[in-house]
């Protein structure tokens, strides 16, 4: 089973500054890394995949970047609606998907 | 438009039997893995496993493989993830998502608590 590990558990990041989350997978995964966004009482919602292709209708301040084992997510100018929780999850080697455990991003 | 309904909020015992639904709607739903997916409360998301409504073919992920059953009626466009004997620690929000190869759509999930 291939274990994601994001960095760090939570950020404090304020309104118009820029935030960088990490995804560190066990093995490569290639480039088979998601990126999902999950506000209170929400669903996860899909933001980035292939590593570094937005979803539909996810604004272009949302970037995603690396391969391999390393993964990066930038935010730039965070907006108030950005604050929530963000999981990298790997599609590479399935059965299981494994998803990170999280990373908070909240106001400083 | 794409779209995952999911059955509403249920309560249960330990011991008791429960069977929740998923139904998509906006896309050939045979041709889609549909998979589930447990959160609890405050923790983060565990893939359960998946199916693939065309053929049933179903897998499951290690930690839940023999706790839990997936089955889908691809005449009806649902989902279904059942449990025979609920547990307390089976008290979670169960989300299901279509899988294209990442997970790209997700029903509104169901909330499930067992408590005596």
């Known amino acids: 089973e291939i274990v994601m590990t994001q960095s760090p558990a939570t950020l404090s990041v304020s309104p118009g500054e820029r935030a960088t989350l990490s995804c560190r997978a066990s093995q490569s995964v290639s480039n088979d890394l998601a990126w999902y966004q999950q506000k209170p009482g929400q669903a996860p919602r899909l933001l980035i995949y292939?590593?570094?292709t937005r979803a539909t209708g996810i604004p272009a301040r949302f970037s995603g970047s690396g391969s391999g084992t390393e993964f990066t997510l930038s935010i730039s100018s965070l907006q108030s609606e950005d604050f929530a929780v963000y999981y990298c999850?790997?599609?590479?080697?399935?059965?299981?998907?494994?998803f990170g455990q999280g990373t908070k991003l909240e106001i400083k | 438009e794409v779209q995952l309904v999911q059955s509403g909020p249920e309560v249960k015992k330990p011991g008791e039997s429960l069977k929740i639904a998923c139904r998509g709607s906006g896309y050939i739903f045979s041709s889609y893995w549909i998979g589930w997916v447990r959160q609890m409360p405050g923790k983060g998301l565990e893939w359960m496993g998946s199916?693939?409504?065309?053929?049933?073919?179903?897998r499951y992920s290690p930690s839940f493989q023999g706790q839990v059953t997936i089955s889908a009626d691809k005449s009806i466009g649902t989902a279904y993830l059942q449990w025979n004997s609920l547990q307390a620690s089976d008290t979670a929000m169960y989300y299901c998502?279509?899988?294209?190869?990442?997970?790209?759509?997700w029903g509104q999930g169901t909330l499930v608590t067992v408590s005596s």
């Open positions: 199916i693939y409504p065309a053929d049933s073919d179903t």
């Open positions: 292939s590593a570094s």
């Open positions: 999850q790997q599609y590479n080697n399935w059965p299981p998907y494994t």
């Open positions: 998502a279509r899988r294209s190869t990442y997970h790209d759509y």
